[in-house]
């Protein structure tokens, strides 16, 4: 269990407003990210502005070289779901 997973849920279970606790950059491979793509802080604040929910976690991937970021959501009304991001083009992957 990661520390920011901890965090979330020390504070979901005190009932208290939820904290921001997505994963470190210094977690997320630069190496393996190309120079064209997007940031992990530019792809999070993509899916908060685009979804008016808080990221709590993030993770890169690579499936079968496509670069992909999955951001775990939470919504200010306590939904969570997954959502994943190409890396290169900002646009969501089922």
Known sequence: ???????LCAVAALGAAPLYAAT???EVPQ?????????REQASA??????????????????DGRHLYVFRLLSAAGKV???RVD???GTEVP
């Open 81 to 83: 779901w997954i959502v």
């Open 1 to 7: 269990m990661t520390p920011g997973c901890v965090l």
């Open 46 to 63: 993509l899916v908060q502005t685009r979804y008016g929910a808080r990221v709590v976690r993030t993770d890169f991937i690579d499936q």
């Open 87 to 89: 890396a290169r083009t």
């Open 24 to 26: 470190p950059s210094s």
């Open 31 to 39: 190496q393996g990210r190309a120079e064209h793509e997007l940031t």
